[in-house]
């Protein structure tokens, strides 16, 4: 397996958006050399997450993670399904790329003290449009622009996550005219992600390291 | 062209065509005169969301006074600006109490009413009507009210915990100043200085 998709898409609230979120990382990462496993809301815990990404070892993959979060886990139907002191060592050597509320608070550090590569999420709770609001592509194409460019693109994780963070100006700049109030939502997202660890890796660097 | 935000006198002695009401309509829309704090109380719980400055008397000669319509008042909404208009000329410690009995009820000014104070007074409603056309939630609040009224209740954001809000509830939220509204007050001041940081930059 080179990547890893858990989304929580039945999720009443959120469920929605992150759907969007994974289905985009999953036609981006549509390729012949790319093995890619995906987790959804009824597969979706801690012993299968932690089962599928034990079967790689220590060998590198791209673990992306679409679902509600707190300061320490990743949560489906209010349950654990990545956690700081659940399945932390399970992760080693990973690119990890999630859209939660909060994880880049506790969640990444641990699992970067426990062998992740490199972790880039969301520090605080953010808000997301309705599910018949047309501008939540907007929020979507944001939110995957960072995996987007460390895939297509081939940059380093921090390059990436600059790439994300010139999408967010670039999105908030058009949308600005049109619809300041959502647009303001689109900046505490922006202003809300961070990235830990090993900012120099690449695709390749990290798949060269099987 | 008149300001839309209403003005609402909860005053027992002011007569309906009283200089101060004739000149406060060359300028605004609705100016409403309530002679109790019953009816004034009333009044605020159906239109707290809509943009208001009230001119509020304190001896009503009832079991409530002013302090305590101002108190359900700030119950309602903290975006109502509240100009104490008192005939009484109290003595200093008397004056002191009445003005401390308001601490933390966000009055924007306190008049005492004599015939040379009638412009003191307008001058302060229209610098209360100048707070309330120059703040963040009262550029928010146009934004929504030009929006049709399909758009305005169809859900429109999902915060953290789920809720789902249309326009017309987070118009609500910054009214009643709520954590929410707040919150998506100071989004909207953070984009504003972000958006001129980046033209100036531009420049």
Same mark, same amino acid.
């Given at each position: 397996?080179?990547?890893?998709?858990?989304?929580?898409?039945?999720?009443?609230?959120?469920?929605?958006?992150?759907?969007?979120?994974?289905?985009?990382? =999953?036609?981006?990462?549509?390729?012949?050399?790319?093995?890619?496993?995906?987790?959804?809301?009824?597969?979706?815990?801690?012993?299968?997450?932690?089962?599928?990404?034990?079967?790689?070892?220590?060998?590198?993959?791209?673990?992306?993670?679409?679902?509600?979060?707190?300061?320490?886990?990743?949560?489906?139907?209010?349950?654990?399904?990545?956690?700081?002191?659940?399945?932390?060592?399970?992760?080693?050597?990973?690119?990890?790329?999630?859209?939660?509320?909060?994880?880049?608070?506790?969640?990444?550090?641990?699992?970067?003290?426990?062998?992740?590569?490199?972790?880039?999420?969301?520090?605080?709770?953010?808000?997301?449009?309705?599910?018949?609001?047309?501008?939540?592509?907007?929020?979507?194409?944001?939110?995957?622009?960072?995996?987007?460019?460390?895939?297509?693109?081939?940059?380093?994780?921090?390059?990436?996550?600059?790439?994300?963070?010139?999408?967010?100006?670039?999105?908030?700049?058009?949308?600005?005219?049109?619809?300041?109030?959502?647009?303001?939502?689109?900046?505490? =997202?922006?202003?809300?992600?961070?990235?830990?660890?090993?900012?120099?890796?690449?695709?390749?660097?990290?798949?060269?390291?099987? | 062209?008149?300001?839309?935000?209403?003005?609402?006198?909860? =005053?027992?002695?002011?007569?309906?065509?009283?200089?101060?009401?004739?000149?406060?309509?060359?300028?605004?829309?609705?100016?409403?005169?309530?002679?109790?704090?019953?009816?004034?109380?009333?009044?605020?719980?159906? =239109?707290?969301?809509?943009?208001?400055?009230?001119?509020?008397?304190?001896?009503?000669?009832?079991?409530?006074?002013?302090?305590?319509?101002?108190?359900?008042?700030?119950?309602?909404?903290?975006?109502?600006?509240?100009?104490?208009?008192?005939?009484?000329?109290?003595?200093?410690?008397?004056?002191?109490?009445?003005?401390?009995?308001?601490?933390?009820?966000?009055?924007?000014?306190?008049?005492?009413?004599?015939?040379?104070?009638?412009?003191?007074?307008?001058?302060?409603?229209?610098?209360?009507?100048?707070?309330?056309?120059?703040?963040?939630?009262?550029?928010?609040?146009?934004?929504?009210?030009?929006?049709?009224?399909?758009?305005?209740?169809?859900?429109?954001?999902?915060?953290?915990?789920?809720?789902?809000?249309?326009?017309?509830?987070?118009?609500?939220?910054?009214?009643?100043?709520?954590?929410?509204?707040?919150?998506?007050?100071?989004?909207?001041?953070?984009?504003?200085?972000?958006?001129?940081?980046?033209?100036?930059?531009?420049?």
């Amino acid at each position: 397996m080179n990547v890893l998709i858990c989304c929580d898409e039945e999720d009443p609230t959120v469920g929605h958006f992150v759907e969007l979120c994974a289905d985009k990382a =999953h036609e981006i990462m549509d390729d012949i050399d790319i093995e890619v496993e995906r987790l959804n809301s009824v597969q979706l815990s801690a012993s299968s997450v932690s089962k599928v990404a034990n079967r790689n070892g220590d060998a590198p993959f791209v673990c992306t993670a679409f679902s509600h979060g707190t300061d320490n886990s990743l949560l489906c139907n209010s349950d654990d399904y990545i956690a700081a002191n659940v399945n932390q060592h399970s992760f080693r050597n990973v690119f990890f790329y999630t859209w939660a509320c909060s994880t880049a608070n506790n969640l990444g550090g641990v699992l970067i003290a426990s062998g992740c590569a490199t972790y880039i999420g969301y520090l605080e709770s953010v808000r997301i449009p309705s599910p018949s609001d047309a501008i939540i592509d907007i929020f979507v194409e944001c939110a995957i622009s960072g995996l987007r460019a460390f895939w297509e693109d081939k940059l380093t994780a921090v390059d990436s996550f600059n790439f994300m963070l010139d999408t967010f100006d670039e999105k908030i700049d058009e949308l600005s005219l049109e619809d300041p109030l959502a647009t303001s939502f689109l900046l505490e =997202h922006q202003t809300s992600i961070d990235i830990l660890g090993n900012e120099a890796v690449t695709w390749e660097a990290l798949f060269d390291t099987i | 062209m008149k300001s839309n935000i209403n003005i609402i006198i909860i =005053h027992d002695d002011i007569k309906p065509r009283s200089f101060l009401i004739t000149k406060l309509e060359e300028s605004f829309q609705n100016v409403i005169l309530i002679d109790n704090p019953r009816d004034g109380i009333t009044y605020v719980s159906k =239109h707290y969301s809509e943009k208001m400055i009230i001119v509020l008397d304190i001896n009503f000669g009832e079991e409530i006074d002013g302090y305590g319509v101002l108190e359900k008042i700030r119950d309602y909404s903290y975006l109502i600006e509240v100009v104490i208009l008192s005939a009484e000329d109290l003595p200093g410690t008397q004056m002191i109490e009445n003005v401390n009995k308001l601490f933390g009820f966000d009055t924007f000014d306190y008049i005492i009413r004599k015939p040379k104070n009638q412009d003191k007074l307008i001058q302060s409603i229209f610098k209360a009507k100048e707070k309330i056309d120059n703040s963040i939630s009262s550029a928010i609040d146009k934004w929504i009210e030009v929006r049709d009224r399909d758009r305005r209740n169809k859900p429109y954001m999902i915060d953290h915990k789920g809720k789902s809000y249309t326009l017309d509830d987070i118009k609500k939220e910054i009214n009643m100043q709520t954590t929410e509204g707040m919150q998506i007050e100071k989004n909207i001041t953070m984009l504003a200085i972000k958006l001129m940081m980046d033209s100036s930059q531009k420049k």
